[in-house]
């Protein structure tokens, strides 16, 4: 096991990844920006760095004083969390350059799996099933021609993309070219590469993902999977669960038989997500992430695993010492997003002092955060303070735990989605667990019509 370990981020996962380190006997050596300078993450680290001012550019993107403090204090490894230098394969790269351990896959499969056309190729490849669709398309005339074979609707990606940037669905042959041009521009405006493909457009789709881990000795064990449809416009999700409601068992074994072949087939290693549509009765692998992801916790309430320290003793080499068999879920879980926004003013972030704080607790309720009375939430990072978690032995035994959870949350100060999640749970679509990528978009149209009608 290591010895010491640099935290690449902060904020709840930050703190987090420390607890982890904390458990496993590791030392841990925290970075910070001058905006964080009181924050959480530092004043439970061992040794705290700043480096850099607020804008993350500065600080939390700013590889090189990231890899000297790691080097200077003696790290022997990286935890870069999720966001930041979690998914960039460069950094990977150079912490493995300076004898650093990346606590991640290995920094070809976080580039092959960062370029979406390249990641849906090799999972294709591997028998996994993807959306009907094109490769990138080099000019409008590919375009319409990849339209004419795969049928109208169809939907628009940037390759370099994910959450849902340079996306353009395109229900006529006469809205093409245009829609061409303008994701392409988008494209080339958000991330300096515009190639784009397409895909049959799907309708009404879930968002189900599948949690894997891998060690460096070929073991592969999924670990369920979470529905994570309950997504703003800007496609931040807001509530995911596990299991997801309603899969059909032929469906879910499927999902997550394809997730470990993909992993075997891909070589990859440590904890990961693969991403799927599912439509009616089937599902389309959509995009691999290759970090811890935000939502982990209802996995790890449903598994009794700490996905962090698996991430931690796979990258020291250690072995997983359980096979598929030995993992087996129990009841239901529920994550609600705490964020700093308005969901008066379309979720707009906020930022300021917190003057006061209650978190729940009590059997089968969690909470992962960095906020306590007085911090302060700067304006320059993602708007998360804290996510409140609940478990049930049923799905409505989890619903009515987390309503209970979210009565007993008060975060003063700035504007919270709290109540907004608690009028999510009780609305028709998530007591059913029949609500789809639509639902929230939705919610928040007749929610804003509603407050208006009564002023
Ligand atoms: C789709 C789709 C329908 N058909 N692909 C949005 C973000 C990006 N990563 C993939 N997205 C979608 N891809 C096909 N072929 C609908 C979406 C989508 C969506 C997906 C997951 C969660 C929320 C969403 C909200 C709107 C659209």
């Known amino acids: 096991m290591f010895h010491k370990v640099l935290i690449a981020n902060r904020g709840e996962i930050a703190v987090r990844v420390n607890r982890a380190c904390h458990g496993l006997g590791v ?20 040794e705290a760095y700043c480096v ?36 960039n394969a460069r950094f990977a790269e150079i912490c493995g350059d300076h004898g650093l351990v990346f606590i991640g896959p290995r920094p070809p499969v976080i580039g092959a799996m960062g370029d979406k056309a390249t990641a849906k190729r090799i999972m294709k490849e591997a028998g996994v099933a993807t959306t ?26 940037a390759t370099a993309g994910g959450g849902g940037k340079g996306m353009r669905v ?16 988008e494209a080339e405006a958000s991330f ?21 881990l891998a060690d460096e000795h070929g073991t592969v064990v999924h670990l369920g999977e979470r529905d994570c449809s309950i997504q703003k416009p800007s496609h931040q999700k807001l509530i995911e669960e596990t299991p997801a409601p309603n899969l059909a068992t032929k469906l879910r074994s499927a999902l997550h038989d394809m ?4 992993c075997k087939s891909v070589g990859y290693t440590n904890a990961g997500t693969l991403e799927f549509l599912v439509a ?22 449903v598994y009794g695993i700490d996905i962090v320290k698996e991430q931690i003793r796979i990258a020291s080499g250690e072995r997983l010492g359980y096979t598929q068999r030995d993992v087996q879920p129990r009841g239901h879980a529920i994550e609600c997003r705490i964020n700093a926004e308005d969901p008066q003013n379309n979720f707009a972030p906020g930022a300021g002092a917190v003057t006061g704080v209650a978190f729940p607790d009590g059997p089968g309720v969690r909470v992962d955060t960095h906020v306590y009375d007085g911090a302060s939430v700067p304006p320059y990072y993602d708007s998360l303070l804290a996510k409140v978690v609940a478990f049930g032995d049923t799905r409505s035994a989890a619903i009515e735990r987390m309503e209970g959870a979210l009565r007993q949350t008060v975060i003063e100060g700035v504007r919270t989605t709290t ?16 609500y789809d990528v639509g639902f929230l978009p939705a919610f928040m149209t007749g929610a804003a019509a509603a407050s208006q009608a009564h002023g």
Request: glycine content about 6%.
């Open 419 to 434: 109540a907004e999640c608690l009028e999510i749970l009780q609305t028709r679509e998530f007591r059913d667990g029949t």
């Open 259 to 262: 997730a470990v072949k993909a």
């Open 280 to 301: 009616g009765d089937r599902a389309y692998f959509m995009e691999m992430n290759t970090r811890i992801q935000v939502e982990h916790p209802v996995t790890e309430m």
């Open 170 to 185: 395109v229900e006529r042959p006469e809205d093409l070219d245009r829609a061409f041009a303008s994701a392409t521009a």
């Open 27 to 46: 030392q841990t050596v925290a970075i910070y920006s001058q905006a964080d300078k009181d924050a959480m993450h530092v004043s439970e680290a061992d």
């Open 52 to 87: 850099g001012p607020g804008p993350a550019a500065r600080s939390y993107l700013d590889v090189a004083n990231i890899v000297s403090t790691a080097l200077a204090t003696r790290c022997e490894a990286v935890h870069p969390g999720y966001g930041f230098l979690a998914e």
């Open 192 to 212: 300096k590469d515009g190639r784009i493909y397409m895909e049959k457009l799907l309708i009404h789709p879930r968002h189900v993902e599948v949690q894997v």
């Open 132 to 157: 009907p669709g094109s490769d990138i398309l080099e000019s409008v005339q590919k375009a319409r021609d990849a339209a004419k074979r795969i049928g109208y609707p169809v939907l628009l990606k």
